[in-house]
């Protein structure tokens, strides 16, 4: 191996870039020494877990990775784990002999340029210089797309969705757990993106799992990641979402279905702030704000026996309540709109008819914003004119006479709720009731008349 350094070898430790090498075989001893000299600071690993934890603790853009042409199998699914997690970051290859065209998966996983050994230092200096401009780059448009008007508004103008973004703002960046609440497609993991947003880790990682979609054998080490070894099939360690999160947000989705022992498990992360890995016996200290939402009713699930209530109250300690569409139907044409604007591909001449406004607004969207979305995106693309009815929107007005009944035998079960209590609280004086409804005597005999309650 050629070892000369260049004349212009006095680079300070600050003036330096860092560069990762992943070098299995410990086959480039050298490259610290020759590249210091370009001033460049290695940082050699032999194996990806650790190469995984310089790259997130050092912001890593650049690396080396040794193969060899015999050899790349696990090399490969070591470079597809860490491009996963760290897409920026770029590669340049060294193998022993020249590559055959069985090594073309480098090119997938963001190796752009790759020399074998003996290295020419000069034209490997000056690609790592081009890859590290490269992932700076690529790192440098990511954030402008993370930037807050990358991410997709909150809309609205009703004093809930009003209430909703002053409380997101505020809660941002406390960094305590936030529980979310709400109807599935209403907008929690939206509401989850923007605390990210507006906390002060919003540069870190946002992971989001959702409780409900893994199977149960998988979860604990989905989790919290497990050591080789730990079970049969794992062939190698896992670093689970909790610490794929560190830095930054780990959102949990569906809380309430996550099993018992790993809600202890949980728990005691939120105490203690480290984890164990499946089959580690080394605490892992992590630093991550945790999220969590439910459409389920959690305090039900505690009263069930789902849900620990100590783990409750742990996490309810900041709650927000996202509204439901219905909660704030005056706006849904002005959110149906502006969906309308993104979804019509260059089409501005789309708009709704007449038939569609009435069924828009009369609907009662059990699916939420999601729902309402998803119906204007397949309308803006199945309708066949310049107006989009009810039809394209999937809202037959046999489906809308069917929710108007269910509405109508709502309310009167409300009114009849409402009626019954204000009697009750009056002692049973008709005249008192009447005047606490702010109704009259007349009035209330008919409702009640109305609801079979006046014999
Ligand atoms: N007020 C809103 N303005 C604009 N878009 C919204 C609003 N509320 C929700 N959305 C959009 O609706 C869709 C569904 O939202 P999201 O996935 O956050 O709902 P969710 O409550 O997390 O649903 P689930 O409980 O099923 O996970 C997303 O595309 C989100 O961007």
């Not at 959702?210 to 998988?218: E, F, K, T, V, Y």
């Not at 164990?276 to 016996?281: A, D, K, L, S």
């Not at 569409?325 to 005056?330: D, G, M, S, V």
């Not at 008192?432 to 209330?444: D, E, F, G, K, P």
């Amino acid at each position: 191996m050629n070892l000369s350094v260049p004349s212009d070898s006095k680079g300070t430790r600050a003036s330096q870039r860092e560069l990762l090498v992943l070098d299995p075989n410990n086959d480039l001893p050298d490259i610290s020494q020759v590249l210091s000299g370009y001033h460049w600071h290695c940082l050699k690993v032999s194996n990806a877990a650790d190469a995984l934890k310089l790259i997130d603790r050092h912001g890593i853009k650049i690396a080396v990775a040794m193969i060899h042409q015999n050899d790349t199998g696990s090399l490969a699914k070591d470079l597809v784990n860490i491009q996963q997690q760290f897409p920026q970051l770029h590669w340049l290859a060294v193998s022993d002999e020249v590559l055959g065209q069985s090594c073309s998966w480098l090119l997938t996983v963001n190796v752009i340029d790759y020399f074998h050994l003996p290295l020419d230092w000069q034209r490997f200096n000056d690609a790592l210089g081009h890859g590290l401009g490269m992932s700076e780059l690529a790192s440098s448009a990511n954030a402008r797309a993370r930037e807050p008007h990358a991410l997709a508004p909150i809309r609205g103008e009703h004093p809930l969705i009003k209430n909703l973004r002053h409380s997101l703002e505020k809660l941002g960046p406390s960094d305590e757990t936030v529980l979310l609440s709400g109807e599935t497609g209403s907008g929690k993991g939206l509401c989850a993106k923007w605390l990210h947003r507006y906390s002060l880790r919003q540069h870190g990682p946002f992971v989001v799992v959702n409780c409900g979609a893994l199977p149960a054998s998988l979860i604990q080490s989905t989790l919290f990641g497990h050591e080789k070894g730990a079970f049969t099939g794992a062939e190698r360690r896992y670093i689970g979402h909790l610490e794929q999160a560190n830095g930054g947000t780990l959102f949990l989705d569906e809380i309430a279905d996550l099993p018992l022992d790993l809600q202890v498990n949980l728990l005691q992360f939120l105490d203690d702030k480290h984890i164990f890995r499946v089959g580690g016996c080394k605490p892992v200290e992590l630093d991550c704000r945790l999220l969590f939402a439910s459409h389920q009713d959690l305090e039900s699930a505690v009263d069930e026996g789902r849900f620990r209530e100590d783990l409750y109250h742990r996490i309810n300690v900041l709650r927000l309540h996202v509204p439901s569409l219905r909660e704030y139907l005056e706006d849904i044409m002005l959110l149906a709109e502006q969906f309308l604007d993104d979804f019509n591909h260059g089409n501005d001449q789309l708009a709704f008819s007449d038939d569609a406004v009435q069924a828009i607004s009369h609907y009662n969207w059990p699916g939420n914003v999601r729902e309402l979305q998803n119906r204007i995106r397949r309308a803006a693309v199945m309708v066949e004119g310049p107006l989009i009815c009810a039809r394209d929107l999937g809202l037959e007005p046999a489906m809308l006479h069917r929710w108007q009944n269910d509405l109508a035998s709502q309310r009167e079960e409300l009114d009849t709720e409402v009626i019954l209590k204000a009697i009750s609280d009056n002692r049973h004086n008709i005249s008192a009731a009447a005047r606490a409804l702010n109704i009259s005597r007349s009035t209330l005999y008919r409702l009640l008349k109305k609801s079979h309650l006046n014999n």
